[in-house]
């Protein structure tokens, strides 16, 4: 009823309100006392269930003034003061309503994407049977893109499983015979068998579905900002009321006392500031599910964060690509991505991702044959092509164990490629970091959170180096679904804390934490649900620009509501010694009403010091810089390729390394150099007015500097080298001094744009 009723109650306030005005103007006085009396009463009796209803809860809002006041007009005869309190009440019970909506914590995903049945095998064969009946020591058998219905222990030969779920990480993994499998993964590859070592109740995604609903059940409901000040207000307001009454013996003037005193600059200003808050909160893509969480986030002095989908972009990228000494970089990436055109892996997908973005035509593959955790077999432009892991029997030749090197040290998975039967190259793949959380960050210790967490279930080594590029404050690595909830518990302890993920693993956190908010761009569903807020776009920033808003709108409520109730103290002052009758108090408490209502509307402009105000010749500017950053990251291989190859070099005149470096000097010099130019006179004098000036732009325009000179200086000893009938060994140790330095600068140089500036855009 209670959805339906307060539009019905402000509707029923207005009209009274309105129509006994119309009377009042047309002469008609005892009319107009009718319609006014009508809309007090009309707003009597459910405020009168409402101030019940809170002291059967224990507490007392901010209604019992206002039903004071309501039935303090009626007994006077001020029936115009009367309708003007029902209609504040009516307006800021609706504004609240707004403002308290909230989506079903139900966790209805997580019980949708939990498994009804299993297949069992026995004697007679292989029968579905409800997964109620699944014993311990059951043989069952999972196929491919099936959810493993319970706990238990691989029977076949290997299995490739998506465990994404319950480790947010992306990246497949394979799990040998009598190695154990925790139900709620998904089989990635062929069908397998599985052993039983539990039954559904205490099986891994059956915990976590209790452990998402016991956290959500403990979670304190917030109290609203308005009531905090309420209690004090109201015995304030009664103290004045009954002095007034007994030091003059004029009901009157306590009637006045409370009118004045009618709360509205609680009942209005805070919900007004709140609900604002949510509009502006709204345009940016974050839906707050109610008033409470944007005031709690608001408070919020901790924020854990989740890795993979929310500091990371949750999916693999190509980080590099490295050829063998007689295969360019791309040719690698071509006949990769070629195959893998066919494949549905989460990594085939990268490759091919990348190479259409780099503008490689790609061939069509014949023959195409997968082995789920192994890779692909095919035929691609008359050569026998495989991707994926190396096979035992292929010649692993030298620079391959420079590959291995590198993968552990980045962090990466590996993709090989082979041609004909020979290792030709390979391709590393890793979750990159968002362009957008070193900033957001940034942002965030700006606007007042104090401690920055990771929670991840991903391994310490790469969470560690993803936590020291971002400067977080710690960092918990392999954690399942309820150590996260232990961890969100012991920080809740401390402060007000929000837990940001975007995965089913992350919904018990979020449900925990005083504050979830979900990455539900492409987040799951169940994240989403046990979520108090969501962000709808696939950008971290927005939850910087959540707080600060949380916090704007929260500081604007106060002030308004603190001014308002100073005003209305000072009213209450002149109606206690008879100098304001009720109506002229009502008229003036209007007056306040307005003045505290235009100043909470304030929550509706934008704070310019979260986000720098960009024209929209600028942000073109920043979408066109990032796609050739994208279309640039060939050359960076290329110069990185040509420092490896010198170092390979057999002898002072290599001439393979020589014609590595002319084409990377060539691929400088056509491609990145006139980049480099385009974005130190367009990019950065677009930038500077945002940033504060010229200034802001110096150390980039630094690094533009430093690349011009290291390819004049690899332009010199390629002059050199043509003069000499090839390079000579003196030139050899600056040289690849040269390439690896410019390698460096280039990735530092483009990662600090990206994160800098190409993020200020949306």
Same mark, same amino acid.
């Given at each position: ?6 539009? $019905? ?69 001020? !029936? ?22 909230? &989506? ?185 599910? /109610? @008033? ?105 030749? @030298? ?36 362009? /957008? ?25 790469? &969470? ?10 710690? $960092? ?25 993920? /975007? ?90 009403? $307005? &003045? ?87 990019? !950065? ?38 003069? @000499?009938? @090839? ?36």
């Amino acid at each position: 009823m209670a959805p339906r009723l307060d539009p $019905v109650l402000l509707a029923v306030t207005a009209v009274a309100l309105t129509a006994g005005g119309i009377a009042w103007l047309a002469g008609a006085g005892g009319l107009a006392d009718l319609f006014w009396g009508v809309g007090t009463l009309s707003a009597v009796v459910p405020a009168v269930g409402w101030v019940l209803a809170a002291l059967r809860h224990g507490h007392a809002g901010v209604d019992v003034i206002a039903v004071l006041a309501l039935g303090g007009t009626l007994a006077v005869r001020e !029936y115009l003061a009367g309708a003007l309190i029902a209609l504040m009440l009516a307006t800021g019970r609706t504004l609240e309503a707004a403002a308290r909506r909230r &989506a079903s914590h139900d966790l209805r995903a997580l019980l949708e994407h939990a498994p009804r049945s299993a297949r069992r095998r026995t004697r007679a064969g292989v029968a579905t049977v409800p997964l109620a009946e699944v014993a311990v020591g059951d043989l069952l058998v999972v196929g491919p893109g099936e959810v493993v219905p319970v706990d238990g222990r691989v029977e076949s030969a290997a299995a490739v499983l998506d465990e994404s779920v319950l480790t947010g990480e992306p990246l497949q993994v394979e799990r040998a015979r009598d190695e154990t499998v925790r139900s709620g993964v998904v089989n990635a590859g062929g069908a397998f068998e599985l052993r039983a070592t539990a039954t559904e109740r205490d099986s891994t995604y059956a915990g976590i579905v209790r452990l998402a609903q016991q956290a959500g059940a403990e979670s304190a409901p917030v109290v609203r900002l308005a009531d905090h000040y309420a209690a004090w207000f109201l015995s304030l307001s009664l103290a004045v009321a009954g002095l007034a009454w007994l030091a003059s013996g004029s009901a009157v003037r306590a009637v006045a006392v409370l009118v004045v005193a009618t709360p509205c600059p609680l009942l209005l200003a805070a919900p007004v500031a709140i609900v604002s808050g949510l509009s502006r909160a709204s345009r940016l893509g974050v839906v707050v599910r /109610d @008033g409470g969480a944007l005031e709690n986030l608001g408070r919020a002095r901790t924020l854990l964060l989740d890795k993979t989908g929310t500091l990371t972009r949750g999916r693999p990228r190509v980080l590099d690509v490295i050829a063998a000494p007689d295969v360019k970089p791309a040719e690698v990436l071509r006949l990769a991505a070629s195959l893998d055109q066919y494949s549905p892996h989460v990594l085939a997908q990268a490759i091919v991702d990348t190479a259409r973005e780099r503008g490689l035509e790609l061939s069509v593959p014949t023959d195409v044959t997968e082995q789920p955790g192994r890779g692909a077999t095919g035929t691609v432009d008359g050569h026998r092509i495989s991707v994926g892991r190396m096979d035992a029997a292929t010649a692993r030749p @030298g620079w391959a164990k420079a590959v291995d090197n590198r993968a552990l040290l980045d962090g990466a998975a590996v993709a090989w490629l082979a041609v004909d039967g020979q290792a030709a190259g390979a391709v590393l793949l890793r979750d990159p970091l968002r362009h /957008d959380a070193p900033r957001t960050l940034r942002h965030l210790r700006a606007v007042g959170i104090d401690r920055l967490l990771m929670l991840t279930g991903d391994r310490a080594a790469p &969470a560690q180096e993803v936590a020291a590029v971002l400067g977080l404050d710690g $960092v918990r690595a392999e954690l399942g679904p309820a150590d996260k909830v232990a961890a969100v518990r012991a920080e809740r302890e401390r402060a007000v804390t929000v837990m940001v993920g /975007d995965g089913v693993n992350d919904a018990p956190a979020l449900a925990a934490a005083d504050i979830g908010v979900a990455m539900g761009a492409r987040g799951s569903t169940a994240s989403s649900e046990a979520a108090d807020i969501v962000l709808t776009t696939d950008r971290v920033d927005r939850l910087a620009d959540a707080v600060g808003i949380a916090r704007r709108a929260r500081r604007i409520a106060v002030q308004s509501a603190l001014g308002g109730m100073l005003m209305s103290l000072a009213a209450m002052g002149a109606a206690a010694f008879g100098v304001l009758p009720p109506a002229a108090g009502a008229l003036l408490q209007e007056g306040i009403d $307005v &003045a505290v209502i235009l100043n909470a509307l304030r929550a509706l402009g934008a704070d310019r010091t979260v986000r720098p105000a960009l024209t929209p010749a600028a942000e073109a500017l920043i979408h066109r810089f990032a796609a050739e950053h994208d279309d640039l990251q060939d050359v960076l291989e290329s110069v990185r390729d040509a420092a490896d190859r010198l170092s390979d070099s057999s002898g002072p005149t290599g001439l393979a390394a020589l014609a590595a470096v002319e084409e990377t000097h060539r691929l400088l010099t056509e491609r990145l150099l006139p980049h480099e130019h385009a974005e130190e006179h367009e990019l !950065y004098p677009a930038l500077a007015p945002a940033l504060g000036g010229p200034e802001a732009t110096a150390t980039m325009s630094r690094a533009h500097t430093e690349i011009e000179r290291l390819a004049r200086r690899i332009a010199t000893h390629l002059q050199l080298a043509h003069a @000499g009938g @090839g390079l000579s060994a003196e030139q050899l140790d600056d040289l690849r001094s040269c390439l690896y330095g410019l390698n460096t600068v280039l990735r530092l140089h483009f990662t600090q744009e990206e994160e800098n500036y190409f993020s200020l855009a949306p």
